[in-house]
């Protein structure tokens, strides 16, 4: 029998779903998000973090606020969308 995400390690059994797992890294150390994200601090600089985050291209990765826009302009009529998504994937490919 599986074990259950909340038994996995890691993962406090009995947390309440939606409830925020808090783990402290060193700068070059990671987190695993399932088998295919990983997040590493790249770095420390006073009050800011870099990170990296290694994902499959199938899954976006925004900044919460970007991210947030984006959701509020797909309440926007569908040509605007299109731009929006056209205008993202010329960022994506302009990063390969």
Not at 41 to 50: P, T, Y
Request: proline residues 6%.
């Amino acid at each position: 029998m599986p074990r259950s995400i909340s038994n996995r390690p890691g993962r406090k059994v009995g947390l309440p779903r939606g409830a925020m797992l808090v783990l402290t890294r060193k700068s070059n150390q990671s987190i695993m998000i399932g088998d295919e994200i990983e997040v590493t601090v790249l770095a420390i600089m006073g009050e800011k973090v870099r990170i990296g985050i290694e994902a499959p291209r199938s899954v976006p990765v925004f900044r919460k606020e970007v991210y947030l826009e984006i959701r509020q302009d797909s309440a926007k009529p569908e040509e605007e969308r299109k731009a929006v998504d056209e205008a993202l994937d010329r960022l994506k490919t302009k990063g390969e």
